[in-house]
């Protein structure tokens, strides 16, 4: 299919309705416009430790295939092409209209496998109908919607979308995470990434008026705690929260670590013997937490 399909096909529709299109943050938007997305899980060190461990999380969380999944801010497709190959029917849908269109070319390149469709939206107001999928992932729109109510607005309709017993899988970056790579990696000797970090930990808004791509663009960033109250708070059923990188995101030796399958195995393990200890999930630059719609007739804790 080409391109021209996917866009063809993005059923968008009227102003406050269901598949409504927000505008997003230009800064946002100029950010991902650089199209450093396509790349940045695929080279070395912390972002191929994010995309291991992503990978690892999907596999364990997800229904088998063939179920459905809708990967909602799913870039380029890092994510959705290999559940494509792997059997899964994914629609992904972007806010970047560049990345819509390179998952759309990826797609075409595995003919045997592609996506079921690739569309321009917003992760608050889904084209989708209630109840039709198996499985909704947000892997990046919580960290990029700064009030509460969008982000709960997010999970509102992720939980609208999904079949009951369905699954939602929602990433959050941690509050202390410009903290840890600030020290680790030197930024905070420079007073204007400072200032950031000391807003960042006190309201988790961050903002990088300095344009650098380094410093990131504006974001939220949750405390472990406040990601699984979000979730619970919507009417999904809470059942995992974990670190994906854990402690390891800023080893200064990590991607040799990767690079040696047993020292690999090792580091990985590692990771996942300490992925949900309540005290270190503020250490991981990403959370992962797991809802589940509950099923008719049962309620979701309060």
Sequence with gaps: MSPEYFWAN???RGEGKIGERRELDEGILAYYEKGLERGRLSVAGAGRLEYLRTRELLSRYLPPPPATVLDVGGGAGIYA?????????????DPVP??????AAASENQPGTPLAGAEVGDARSLSQASETVDAVLL????????????RLQALREALRVVRPGGVVLAVGISRFASTIDGLYQGLLADDGFEAIVER???????????????WFTTAYFHLPG????????????????VGIE???GNLPDLEAWLEDPVRRAKLLAAVRRVEAAPDLLGASPHLLVVGRRPCAGTLAPS
């Design 200 to 214: 960042d930990v006190e309201t988790g808004q961050h903002r990088n008026p300095s344009g650098r791509s380094r």
């Design 226 to 241: 406040e990601l699984r109250e979000e979730t619970g708070e919507v009417g999904l059923r809470v059942e995992a929260l």
């Design 246 to 248: 854990g402690p390891a």
């Design 81 to 93: 092409l290999p559940l494509a190959r792997e059997g899964y029917e994914v629609r992904l849908i």
């Design 10 to 12: 993005a059923n968008i």
């Design 98 to 103: 560049l990345h819509v269109e390179q998952a």
């Design 139 to 150: 892997l990046g729109p919580l960290y990029h919607l700064t009030s509460r109510e969008d």
